[in-house]
């Protein structure tokens, strides 16, 4: 089904149908009308030659500056060239696809003023597999994501460079090999495309999805050692969660009940209480629940805010400059979902080490190996989760609380969105490897006790699951391919 395109409908699930599956978007037949009407009426602002920032005036401290008419189509060009100057490694295809689909949502709403022809083309790049290669940094979040979207836009007129089919293309080929024709920029379209929130949507979008995914599968994982070490259900009593009153919290008690219901395994060991990273962990993973559902939020609004500058209402004959193109809320959001995503890679390393700490794991042989000495086990795993958690909590110091004065202080204060994203998506990368690792121990303390049969509703299909790309550990091994699989599991959302 195609994802329809109205500037006001679009959904964190259609972002990751467009970016990661392929999906095909059109425009609604409301936008075509939008469009057309926001294009008319710059065409009038052009013909009433009053100053208008960022149609016929220079930008940023250089808003002062009028230019002729003869020469707006120009200052657009020289906007789109002077601002890709970003750097770094580019944004992966999906992360380039998402951006692609957030900026025509927005451009979509008819409060840019771009062309309908330049509308059809950023879509003609997401039907057409077209992916811009987008350098990573150098957005500050503030007056938009500048350099990056303009590494975008180069693509609509002929520059830049792209993978088309798996090929790396530059310049007009880029476009001739879809056989589509460069637009040539008319007055506020430059700005209109590069001018927004975009880039650090669109990841976050991805990001977020991700943090659906994790959280369930930790949940998953977190059920499955805790049958390795015949846990106690009491601290899930949904009583207990009541009386906290916290959503989350209550959710994620459940489903762990449900997902060992039946299990043979739980509640067998004859410990009084749990570690926190068992007993407490409806009150930790329901905490990250609840971060993401606020997150959800966040960018339900952003995927269809208007955050190009200055904003046109054609209804009112108005041209309103103001500040949308602030990612401050998804600067917050990221910097929030990155924390919360830290602290679920943090507890279920904690819960790994009990599975392979014999001091700790309730029975179960050093490492999870059958023969200790000979055979490490998981032992170095668990270290590579230890890394990674370490890692995780440098790159969870918040980017927002971060600013710096550019274009001589005019903008003088910006949020470092694009960066909160872009560390929100490497610690979400982190976390999928540090649950596969959690999913791989427990998978093992099961088989060496013997439980498959005695598993849960849930976690006994889990097992089955892994069974099918984990082959039996009775030895050392190139453990980075069972983890490298599972990891794939988890990223593919089949778990």
């Given at each position: 089904?195609?994802?329809?395109?109205?500037?006001?409908?679009l959904?964190s699930?259609e972002?990751?149908?467009v970016a990661?599956?392929?999906?095909?978007?059109?425009?609604?037949?409301?936008?075509?009308?939008?469009i057309?009407?926001a294009?008319?009426?710059?065409?009038k602002?052009?013909?009433?030659?009053?100053p208008?920032?960022?149609?016929?005036?220079?930008?940023?401290?250089l808003?002062?500056?009028?230019?002729?008419?003869?020469?707006?189509?120009k200052?657009?060009?020289?906007l789109?060239?002077?601002?890709?100057?970003?750097v770094g490694?580019?944004?992966?295809?999906d992360e380039?696809?998402a951006?692609?689909?957030?900026?025509?949502?927005?451009l979509?709403?008819?409060?840019?003023?771009?062309?309908l022809e330049?509308e059809?083309?950023?879509?003609?790049?997401?039907?057409k597999?077209?992916?811009?290669?987008?350098?990573?940094?150098?957005?500050?979040?503030?007056?938009?994501?500048?350099?990056?979207?303009?590494?975008?836009?180069?693509?609509?007129?002929?520059?830049?460079?792209a993978?088309?089919?798996?090929?790396i293309?530059?310049?007009?080929?880029?476009?001739?090999?879809?056989?589509?024709k460069?637009?040539?920029?008319?007055?506020k379209?430059?700005?209109?495309?590069i001018?927004?929130?975009?880039?650090?949507t669109?990841?976050a979008?991805?990001v977020?999805?991700d943090a659906?995914t994790?959280?369930?599968?930790a949940n998953?994982?977190?059920?499955?050692?805790m049958?390795?070490?015949?846990?106690?259900?009491?601290?899930f009593?949904?009583r207990i969660?009541?009386?906290?009153?916290?959503a989350?919290?209550?959710a994620?008690?459940?489903?762990i009940?449900?997902?060992v219901?039946?299990s043979?395994?739980?509640?067998?060991?004859?410990?009084?209480?749990?570690?926190?990273?068992?007993?407490?962990?409806?009150?930790v993973?329901?905490?990250?629940s609840?971060?993401?559902d606020?997150?959800?939020?966040v960018?339900?609004?952003?995927?269809n805010a208007?955050?190009?500058?200055?904003?046109l209402?054609?209804?009112d004959?108005d041209?309103?400059?103001g500040?949308?193109?602030h990612g401050?809320p998804?600067?917050?959001?990221?910097?929030?979902l990155?924390?919360?995503?830290?602290?679920?890679a943090s507890?279920s390393?904690?819960?790994?080490n009990?599975l392979?700490?014999?001091?700790?794991?309730?029975?179960?042989?050093?490492f999870?190996?059958?023969?200790?000495?000979?055979?490490?086990?998981l032992?170095?795993?668990?270290?590579?989760?230890?890394a990674?958690v370490?890692?995780n909590k440098?790159?969870?110091?918040?980017?927002?609380?971060?600013?710096i004065?550019?274009?001589?202080?005019q903008?003088?204060?910006?949020?470092?969105?694009?960066?909160?994203?872009?560390k929100?998506?490497?610690?979400?990368?982190?976390?999928?490897t540090?649950?596969a690792i959690?999913?791989?121990?427990?998978?093992?303390a099961v088989?060496?006790?013997g439980?498959?049969?005695?598993?849960?509703l849930?976690?006994?299909?889990?097992?089955?699951?892994?069974?099918?790309c984990v082959?039996p550990?009775?030895?050392?091994?190139?453990?980075?391919e069972d983890?490298?699989?599972?990891?794939?599991?988890?990223?593919s959302?089949?778990?």
């Amino acid at each position: 089904m195609n994802i329809c395109l109205t500037g006001s409908s679009l959904t964190s699930s259609e972002v990751v149908r467009v970016a990661r599956q392929g999906a095909v978007v059109e425009l609604g037949k409301e936008a075509v009308e939008q469009i057309n009407i926001a294009s008319s009426f710059v065409r009038k602002i052009v013909q009433d030659e009053a100053p208008v920032y960022g149609i016929n005036t220079g930008f940023g401290s250089l808003c002062n500056a009028r230019i002729g008419p003869q020469d707006l189509g120009k200052l657009q060009e020289n906007l789109i060239l002077s601002h890709a100057v970003g750097v770094g490694r580019c944004f992966t295809e999906d992360e380039a696809r998402a951006t692609i689909l957030v900026r025509a949502n927005t451009l979509a709403s008819g409060h840019s003023g771009v062309r309908l022809e330049v509308e059809q083309l950023l879509l003609e790049l997401l039907n057409k597999h077209v992916y811009p290669m987008i350098p990573s940094q150098g957005s500050l979040g503030a007056s938009g994501d500048l350099a990056p979207l303009a590494s975008l836009a180069l693509v609509l007129i002929g520059k830049g460079t792209a993978t088309v089919h798996g090929e790396i293309l530059q310049g007009q080929a880029i476009l001739d090999a879809i056989g589509a024709k460069p637009v040539v920029l008319e007055a506020k379209e430059g700005l209109a495309l590069i001018n927004g929130t975009a880039v650090m949507t669109g990841v976050a979008a991805l990001v977020f999805a991700d943090a659906r995914t994790l959280l369930r599968t930790a949940n998953l994982a977190a059920a499955m050692t805790m049958e390795a070490l015949r846990a106690r259900l009491e601290p899930f009593d949904e009583r207990i969660h009541d009386l906290r009153r916290h959503a989350g919290q209550g959710a994620v008690a459940r489903d762990i009940l449900s997902y060992v219901a039946g299990s043979k395994l739980i509640g067998t060991c004859d410990d009084v209480q749990d570690a926190y990273s068992i007993r407490c962990m409806p009150q930790v993973h329901g905490a990250i629940s609840d971060t993401i559902d606020f997150v959800e939020n966040v960018l339900l609004n952003e995927l269809n805010a208007v955050t190009d500058n200055p904003l046109l209402f054609p209804a009112d004959g108005d041209v309103l400059s103001g500040g949308n193109f602030h990612g401050e809320p998804v600067a917050l959001a990221m910097d929030y979902l990155a924390i919360a995503l830290a602290e679920l890679a943090s507890i279920s390393e904690r819960r790994t080490n009990r599975l392979l700490n014999p001091a700790l794991n309730r029975g179960l042989p050093a490492f999870l190996t059958r023969d200790a000495g000979l055979n490490s086990g998981l032992m170095i795993a668990q270290y590579t989760q230890a890394a990674l958690v370490s890692e995780n909590k440098i790159l969870a110091h918040p980017a927002s609380v971060d600013s710096i004065p550019v274009s001589a202080d005019q903008e003088d204060h910006v949020s470092m969105g694009t960066i909160a994203a872009r560390k929100a998506r490497s610690i979400a990368d982190n976390v999928a490897t540090v649950v596969a690792i959690e999913l791989l121990a427990a998978y093992q303390a099961v088989d060496i006790l013997g439980g498959e049969d005695k598993l849960g509703l849930a976690t006994s299909k889990l097992f089955a699951q892994l069974r099918t790309c984990v082959p039996p550990i009775n030895g050392d091994r190139m453990f980075i391919e069972d983890i490298n699989a599972v990891r794939n599991l988890i990223r593919s959302n089949a778990v």
